[in-house]
């Protein structure tokens, strides 16, 4: 009868402790978000595949996971029709549901579905799980929340920077030394248009992308191998050996591709985002990267990227512009922006750096002994006083031995117990012990109170 | 190749104000289990299907959504059997994962599977959307989130002392007027012993059920006709005929009843619980109802429902104790007790008594208007400055025409505009206006901090 239970491979469980580290990271991100007007929406877990099939690729199609229809979903199928199948033939007859693949689509499927009721610009963010049919391994699961805040329907840079200063906000307020690493996709695109390669803008970014790790050489045999020209690659060396501050390293790449429109605008934007951020006082690192691709398909001008400076660990928040998000769903015209933090690899880090703070645990903060009947009643309304004033209480709910119940309190990570026992019920004292310095004072339930406020 | 975007039927879209008022709710209920000693956790939406097949009866099988398996899923199945396939059995074989159609299998799972992590007592919340099949209709949807509270490994009955006072805090917080409804399985087993028809207890129940709405004399009918015997029934008249106070009515039970030991046990229970209540102020009121079964299969003593005062609806609340939860995952013995909040119909109820508070809109309060670069150069840092006060605020990104960002702010419901053209420049002063009420005034940064930091 009894099965082992287990969970599928690739989810987790949030145990007390982890959900009281991962809140404060969400309530910290939402805090910030909320103050620079964001506003909150949720989508359905599970969207129409019309709604997200195409949307991420080949790949990405595999890695949807599909619901079952209900009810008894063969009986539409003819034998012949089912006996042919292919998995993935009968899967378009048999599932016509998938999970969120991530916030974005949703998103652009809300809009263009509510574009009469929204506000334009439409600020917004959303905090919510998506789920991939990856292969499990370390740090990547098939559950994950993702926190994004978006912009959309406004062409302003302002946007970009403000999205900056929520970034540079969060990391503040966690304690985490970040670098943002800015890039724009008109510049790459102007970078391919100058060397006369303007269709290998991929290719040439995908070997940028390397400089770090492999060195200039290797960049440059891999851009030959691609089949771009010598001649191709001699114009990007001034490129690949960009230096300087992020001003500079922008008044190089002008001269380079001056003669390329797009080229040019993307410098401009560039060079207006570090305007406007040069008079507001950023704690994070900015810098110019023109190795920053991601998602490059997606993106039309901006692209983010966060680093931390201290833990190598891939990037835990990135974003950036995409003028058509919309345009799959019908709406074109409608410009957007926006970033996404990583909180799974953001509580990783935190982790690491010992960044939690301590009080960021979940327990209550003051158990009451239970000593039996007549002291459960003395207790009860002492209980009650310490929660109408905020703070987190219990009263251990059965007269068990003394040394179970102090143990309870200290596996849990409370940090002060109440103890009431024939003594303290006639001298209506508390004998009231500091779990963690071992101290112990009698004293009344309201300097408690004002002890505890006062923390 | 634009579609026309919708989503699945029974799910749903939150726009920013349900959001935020569905944040309201849930921050509510969250902050009376935290200062309770609760700690939340959260489980996968995808459970395997061992863990959730069997556990909500034939029906509940069938509403549980499944999830294909990932791949070529059809692979080790060969033609014959495929061919041969009901939806029934084809899908045992290829969908090994379903959504939670609750909470509290998956607690009970959670529990088993961390036993040794676990202190007990086990204080835990949970909240967290379900998925359920169900034919979509007005008020019940196929995605919907539970709020559940539970204590696992305790008998006393302290705890369900705690959990009516927890929904007693939450409404009163909110300001509803309920009554919560108490009865015991016990009692009902008593009654069923009593009569001489221990077997039929599920079928007297329903039958009691009944009574509000179709007399006593259809009751006793449809006793007759279920095969109670007319002896049975004639015993059964003084519970049916109950009246007078909780506790009086718990007087006439318990003489009827004084012959079953389980009966007995039963209303000393009740008692008990409240002999706890009488000394507590609770705000709500408390009836023992003899009809109340909820889930009767499932709890094994209290039994709570709860309703609102002023609006017929269902069951807003609801819960009780279940001594063996965790045994059909191979961990006997350990009795729990929980309820659960059902966060849609308390938003229904609230919206039709008009109980939300307005500032739980979630809007930034301010919005300054942009005028063009020098303005918007102007506004950055006092956009800074209230944000850094806490106070949520936004910068019209682009300098459209000013209706049209007066009519932002307007359809967004934020509270002030911030003013700062051509003489606000010169004089350094903010034409401020209180969109409600029209007013305006030239005051300072810390003029409008302090007044905002006031309100």
Do not use: H
């Amino acid at each position: 009868m009894a099965q082992k239970p287990s969970i599928p491979k690739g989810t987790r469980d949030f145990s007390p402790n982890e959900m009281a580290r991962r809140n404060y990271i969400f309530d910290t991100v939402k805090q910030v978000f909320q103050v620079y007007g964001f506003q909150q929406i949720e989508t359905p877990a599970m969207e129409n595949l019309s709604t997200l099939m195409g949307k991420y690729g080949e790949e990405g199609d595999k890695l949807l996971f599909k619901i079952l229809n209900s009810g008894d979903y063969l009986s539409a199928l003819d034998g012949e029709s089912l006996q042919q199948a292919s998995s993935t033939k009968l899967t378009t007859k048999i599932s016509e549901k998938g999970l969120r693949y991530d916030l974005t689509v949703p998103f652009a499927r809300y809009v263009v579905q509510n574009q009469n009721d929204l506000v334009f610009p439409f600020r917004r963010f959303q905090i919510q799980p998506v789920w991939r049919a990856d292969r499990p391994q370390k740090g990547r699961y098939r559950e994950f929340y993702q926190c994004d805040v978006d912009i959309i329907g406004s062409d302003a840079l302002l946007n970009e920077v403000e999205l900056i200063q929520i970034i540079d906000q969060v990391y503040r307020k966690i304690g985490l030394e970040v670098v943002i690493k800015i890039n724009n996709r008109k510049i790459l695109a102007g970078i391919a248009e100058t060397i006369g390669e303007a269709d290998r803008i991929v290719d040439i970014t995908v070997a940028i992308d390397k400089l770090d790790k492999i060195g200039i050489e290797k960049v440059n045999e891999e851009l030959a191998l691609k089949g771009v020209t010598a001649q191709a690659i001699e114009k990007l060396q001034p490129i690949l050996n960009l230096s300087g501050s992020n001003r500079e390293k922008l008044d190089q790449i002008e001269r380079v591709i001056s003669s390329s429109v797009i080229g040019v605008i993307g410098v401009g934007e560039v060079r207006t985002i570090f305007d406007y951020l040069s008079s507001m006082d950023l704690k994070a690192e900015l810098e110019l990267d023109l190795t920053l691709a991601r998602g490059l398909n997606y993106y039309t001008g901006a692209i983010f990227e966060v680093k931390s400076k201290d833990v190598a660990i891939g990037s835990i928040t990135g974003g950036g512009r995409y003028d058509d998000l919309t345009g799959i769903f019908g709406l074109s015209g409608v410009s957007g922006v926006g970033i996404s933090f990583g909180a799974d690899r953001i509580y990783d880090v935190m982790m690491q750096l010992d960044l939690f703070p301590k009080d960021a645990l979940s327990a209550a903060q003051v158990m009451f002994v239970n000593f039996g009947a007549k002291e459960e009643l003395f207790c009860l309304p002492l209980v009650a006083r310490l929660r109408a004033e905020g703070i987190s209480s219990e009263l251990y709910p059965d007269s068990d031995k003394m040394k179970k119940q102090m143990n309870y309190a200290n596996r849990k990570g409370i940090k002060f117990v109440a103890l009431i026992g024939e003594s303290e019920l006639e001298s209506g004292l508390i004998n009231f012990k500091n779990m963690e310095s071992g101290e112990q004072q009698l004293i009344g339930i309201d300097d408690i109170v004002s002890q505890l406020k006062g923390l």
